[in-house]
Each structure stands twice: as C-alpha cells, then as structure tokens.
C-alpha cells in the first residue's frame, strides 16, 4: 500500500491541471486537413507535459498480466478428484499438481477452466438403475440419483419412458420433436444427453398466466447438441411470445455441468421481478433464479463452494429475456455463438462469473447491452467479438468487475461501444470501434486504472471519455478518425494521453477538478482506418 501511494503521489505531481474548456483545439473544421496537421503539431507542443514518461511508468507498473485463474470447489459426498477431472474436463495430472495431498469428500478443490466440450454418450448401454422420482403438490417432477450410486445416463427417449407415468413428456408422432409438459429437476449423479440422434426440437410448454414449465439440472451434467429448445404456448401452437405473464426456462443450477454446441435456443425466460411469487400462484422453482432464459446459476451465497459451468459453441440464442445469463459460473467457454434479438443483454455473466473465455462470438440488436459482466467478475478475457446496434453498450464491465481484458474485438453503432463503471485493472486494447452514438470508451463511476491502448476509433462525438472520479487512465497508441472530441473528461484524474494519431486536435476538459497529463501525439491528415468491419453484413 505504502508503494502504492508514492505511486500516486508521484503521478500526480507529473499531471498537467488542464482548466480550459470545450473542444480546445478543434483545427480541423476551420482549416482543413494538411493545415490543421501542422498547427495540430504546435498544439501538441505546447501540450506535452513535462517528464510525462514518469506518469507513463507508474501506470504501466500497475498493469496486469491477464489470465484467467482456478475457482473453488468443495466436494460433496460421493464425489473424488477423478469425479472433478472428469466433469470439468480437466487433466487428473493437472488437477492433482493444483490439489496436492489426500482430496476426499469435503475438501475444497482448485479447478481451472474447463478444456473441452463433454463427448456424447455411446448410443447403448446406458443407465437409469437406481433413480428416485417424486412430484410436489405444485407438479414439479424430481428425478434424483445420489452420488454415492453409479451414475445414470440417458437421453430424452430414455427420459419419457422413465417418467411415463408422470405424463411429463411426449412425442410428436413420426417426429424426433419432443413436449416437456410438467416442469422437471435432474439432480445429483444424473447424466441426460439432448441431441440430434435422438431429438430434432424440445418444446417447453408455456401458457399464460404462468402455466409454465422448466428443464431444471441441480448437481447433475447435460450435453444439448444439434438441437433447438423453444417455448410452446398451447393456445397458439406456436412459441410464447409474452414473457410478461411468465415463460417457460432451461437452467444450471448450483453444481450443474451444462453443455450446449450447435443449437438454437430462443423465446425462453421472464424477468427478474417474476421471481417473487407470481399472481400468488406459489410456483416453487421460479424463485431460485436464472429464470431468464437459459442460465448457468449457484445458489446465492455459495461462491467459493459451489460452480456452475459449461462449454457453449456454435449456438444461436435469440428472442429470449436474456439471450445467456450466469450467476457464480467460473471456467466457462463461450464460442462462435449469435446472441441476438433479446429483450434485455446478449450475453451477460452476472455476481462471481468469473475466468470465462469468451471469443468470436456475435452480439446484435438486443434491448440494452450485446455484453456485460456485472458484479465482481473477474479474469474474464473477451476477445474477437462483435458487438453491433445493440440498443445501449457494446460491452460493458459493471460494478467491481477487475482484471479482465477486452481486445481484438469489433463495436459499431452502440450508444457506448466499451464501458468500464466502477471496475479496476481493466484493458480495452486492440479493438476496432465505429460510430458510437455517444462514446468509443466510457470510463466512470469511480474506476481506477484502466488501459485503453492500441484501438482504431471511428467517429462519434466522443473518443475516450472519462468522469464522474475515474482515475488511473491510460490512453496510448490509438488511433482516431472523425471523432469530434478525443478525449472527453468530467471529474477525472491522473489521465495520460500518449502516442496516439488523429487528423485533428479536439479535447473537452470539465474545469478544475479534471487532472490530465499529455506526451507526444501524431496529427495525421490521413490516419490508416480499417473500415472493412465496419462496411460487412454480419450474420444476424
């Protein structure tokens, strides 16, 4: 801490107190590009503030090394390190070296990120020994299988036969489509695989006035593959379009492993305030969370003993509430997905999701945010996306959400293409950014050192813009065309503005309470700018 604040100290003494106001040096709209270069030069000059390498230094020495990290895990009865390898898809050598000595039932493991998407299960010889079936008063089916028994496997066939009884599941004739009817919880050592051998599509009856239906896995596995999963509204005989009134939901809850590679999940979840005891109708399952669509949730207060995780590639989710929703998930892969069309965000990690990889994927046209992480979501790395006309930010790390890196990916056209409020030890860098309606970079709500570095940003009103006490921002290597202002602050200190190239100068300064230091900036008539991203029909 001591180190810490020398330095800070020492960064504020280097810091140029900046106290004029609105578009200092806006050459470009009154002289035209090889003049405005030139006297952009001189304005740079006179700009550059002394020993500014010293505030370049100190920043850079607080900069992480991104990666992402293990998670906890305790284990539960019945449950060894073999187990652990096995349903995080992790090598036993590499979970052994992180767990050395006796693991036995209670202990609490370290497991890194999953490594591989589950394998389906062999077409015969599967299990469904030793399963315990009840149904409450309110009609949810329990299909449970302890952990201290061998494991069952089964499939959706398999799953209806089980459960005929029950009149939980049925076929369309002559169809591999298949009607869940009655919600229904797998738990515990229960391995079910949805996939295009057995199924085509798997509807989830959803009605009005909440008559609706979940596939629920708690401490269980499940592979979706090849498949789609959509709602079924039985007045209509098309999907539920009306998630007001309560809609039918896929979730992982608490210990689940849930896998999901080219599918098509759509028109699932309701929202957050549905959770309470809708219309006072007492649907039991609802309050648990992750009601949103399809989710990966522990149980609130669990973190550190409890993940919830998967491998999600090649999957479209689409008109849900929330196109993907996780709550305390860790490890988990999200690739090559289409995250569009949903009413709240594309994709977004929720409380302690944390060390997920998330990597070219598609965020587009959704009601608030393509992407977000929210609440104490850590090592994230969110790499070769892109994030187009979402209806507010492109992406977005929210509240306390530290050491993740946002780069090589793509944002055009969200009201604020990369936001980081109230987060720490973040990078934006490398990414190619266009046509924000209101910034390129938002920084605020108090964050504390944030790198931007090696981006090309294409026009809007604002390039970086930092307010309301966000601190600690380095700005370098970047590349602006046709920003208005290229940097934009409010109630924001210990900014430096380095190396970067633009066609003009254009900075906006709030008044005394902003603190930025500059060094050495390129004005250039013609800066090189990739619009091939920004001139391609993406797939949506």
Same mark, same amino acid.
């Given at each position: ?124 010889? @599967? ?241 608030? @945010? ?69 910034? @390129? ?27 309301? @006490? ?71």
């Amino acid at each position: 801490m001591a180190n810490q604040k020398k330095r800070n100290a020492k960064l504020g003494l280097v810091l140029l107190l900046i106290p004029f106001i609105v578009g200092a040096f806006s050459l470009y709209y009154v002289f035209g590009g090889t003049v405005a270069a030139e006297l952009g030069y001189t304005a740079n000059n006179r700009l550059l503030t002394p020993n500014w390498q010293d505030a370049q230094n100190d920043l850079l020495a607080t900069q992480p090394n991104y990666a992402q990290r293990t998670s906890a895990y305790k284990l539960q009865p019945g449950q060894n390190i073999e187990w652990a390898a096995k349903h995080f898809s992790v090598k036993l050598d590499t979970l052994k070296k992180l767990n050395p000595g006796t693991v036995v039932p209670g202990t609490t493991i370290n497991v890194p990120p999953v490594e591989s998407p589950l394998s389906p299960l062999p077409a015969d010889g @599967h299990n469904t020994n030793g399963l315990v079936i009840t149904q409450d008063q309110g009609g949810v089916i329990y299909v449970s299988n302890d952990f201290r028994n061998p494991e069952v496997t089964m499939n959706i066939p398999e799953l209806m036969k089980v459960l005929e009884k029950y009149n939980a599941i049925e076929q369309r004739a002559g169809t591999k489509d298949y009607i869940l009817d009655a919600p229904l919880f797998l738990q515990d050592n229960i391995r079910l695989d949805i996939t295009s051998d057995t199924v085509g599509t798997l509807y989830l009856k959803s009605g009005a006035n909440f008559a609706i239906t979940t596939l629920t896995f708690k401490d269980s596995e499940a592979l979706i593959s090849g498949v789609t999963i959509t709602s079924l509204d039985p007045a209509t005989g098309g999907p539920d379009l009306k998630y007001q009134d309560g809609r039918s939901f896929v979730r992982a809850y608490s210990n689940t492993r849930m896998d999901v590679v080219g599918s098509h999940i759509l028109n699932l979840g309701m929202a957050l305030e549905q959770m309470d005891d809708p219309v006072g109708k007492n649907i039991s399952f609802i309050p648990l969370g992750g009601i949103y669509g399809i989710s990966w949730r522990i149980p609130t207060h669990t973190y550190g003993e409890n993940i919830a995780t998967g491998w999600v590639e090649n999957s479209t989710m689409d008109h849900n509430y929330i196109g993907a929703y996780t709550f305390g998930a860790s490890g988990m892969m999200w690739r090559g997905n289409v995250f569009d069309n949903n009413t709240l965000y594309g994709l977004d990690p929720h409380d302690d999701s944390n060390n997920a990889m998330v990597e070219n994927n598609l965020f587009a046209h959704n009601g608030k @945010h393509g992407f977000i992480v929210s609440k104490r979501c850590d090592y994230n790395i969110i790499r070769n996306n892109v994030s187009i006309d979402n209806h507010l930010h492109g992406y977005m790390l929210h509240q306390d959400s530290n050491y993740n890196v946002i780069e090589n990916n793509v944002s055009i056209g969200n009201v604020d293409n990369f936001v980081i409020f109230d987060s720490h030890f973040d990078t934006i860098r490398n990414n190619k950014s266009y046509d924000p309606t209101g910034s @390129h970079v938002r920084i605020n709500a108090g964050s504390k050192q944030s790198y931007v570095q090696n981006n090309m940003l294409y026009g809007g009103p604002k390039g970086i813009y930092a307010y309301d @006490h966000a601190s600690g921002v380095l700005v370098k290597n970047n590349t602006f065309f046709k920003v208005t202002n290229l940097l934009f602050t409010q109630t924001a200190s210990r900014i430096l503005f380095a190396n970067n190239t633009s066609e003009k100068v254009g900075y906006h300064f709030g008044g005394d309470n902003d603190h930025a230091a500059f060094g050495p900036n390129i004005i250039k008539g013609n800066p090189s700018i990739d619009l091939g991203p920004f001139n391609k029909t993406y797939r949506y």
